[in-house]
């Protein structure tokens, strides 16, 4: 699949598929646990397939877990069976633990897991382009660090911060190959903690490096999708915009609006449904005219792409979920 000419394509269509961040409520109607799903490569695509057919989804997506590279790093992870795993403690105190820092084999261990997942989800959704997750550098460097250490160190101790950040990204890139060999027509990149940084913090200890591995690994058949979810995204919206992202995912903690008046219009724009607030704690009456409403405002912009803010928490009703996808269908109609 050419996905540059899918790209031109999606922009130009004048009816916008959804294209919410759905993996991990699925384990409700398959009676697993969130444990089982990140454990086990078979369950991980068969929820992918099951999706894929349940929804009219503009993408299909692998899971967005954001531990699975920390882990991959020897961090302890934190595992449950109703929620998404997260790091515990940290693996670097100082520059010198950074120098020592292997990088990981990403055929060992949960991540060979995840692109197994892929490889096997791709010979079966045919209809959309499946899309790999996987974590930014700066956000795993978080993880690593401790991520109150690692926005003190980008003032006092920016070597530190470097070095762990050219290891971070050097795992990163080999990762998202790795789903490239597997078929993925393209990843998501989720960086987050970039989001809590100045504009000139994240231009340097963030975007840096995200244009780089943007140019090691984008071509014409594998998209860039870049997500960030942090409230002073607005101030950032001119570095992120060069970082050469194929597509831009923005949280619910920014007005939609706002982030579409300040991105360029020939790249697709994706967001920002709240997970929490709506798909997880809302009603699928309350979902249904937040997404019209958010539908009414951004549409005028050929770009827009309605999506969920972030991750859809594992326990959100499908009730929820089938009332945003309907919301969005009645729109378009």
Known sequence: MNMQKWKENLISAPIKKASPILTFPYVQLMGITVNELISDSALQAEVMIKISRRTDSLLSLSMMDLSVEAEAFGSQIKKSDSEVPTVIGRILESAEDADKLKVPDTAKGR?????????????????????????????????????????????????????????????????????????????????????????????????????RIVKQVKDENFLFFYHNCGPY??????????????????????????????????????????????????????????????????????????????????MSPWANIDSFFRAVKDFYK
Request: hydrophobic share 40%; glycine share 6%.
């Open 111 to 211: 991540t060979k897991l995840y692109i197994e997942a892929v490889k096997t989800a791709v010979r079966e959704i045919t209809d959309r382009p499946v899309l790999a997750g996987v974590i930014g550098p700066f956000s795993l460097a978080g993880r690593l660090m401790d991520m109150s250490e690692i926005m003190i160190n980008c003032i006092e101790d920016p070597d530190y911060v470097n070095k762990t950040l050219e290891k971070t990204s050097e795992f990163i890139i080999n990762y998202i190959n790795e789903f490239k060999k597997a078929g993925a027509n393209g990843v998501v990149m989720a960086e987050p903690a970039a989001g809590l940084l100045s504009p000139n913090l994240a231009d340097e200890f963030s975007s840096a490096f995200i244009k």
């Open 233 to 314: 995204t607005p101030l950032m919206l001119n570095s992120i915009a060069r970082i050469g992202a194929d597509a831009y995912h923005f949280g619910d903690a920014v007005k939609m609006k706002q982030i579409l008046e300040g991105m360029p219009a020939d790249v697709p724009v994706l967001g920002n449904i709240s997970p929490a607030s709506q798909f997880l704690k809302g009603t699928p009456q309350s979902i249904y005219t937040a997404a019209t409403e958010l539908l009414k405002e951004c549409s005028v912009h050929k770009n827009y792409i309605i999506s969920s803010g972030c991750d859809i928490p594992p």
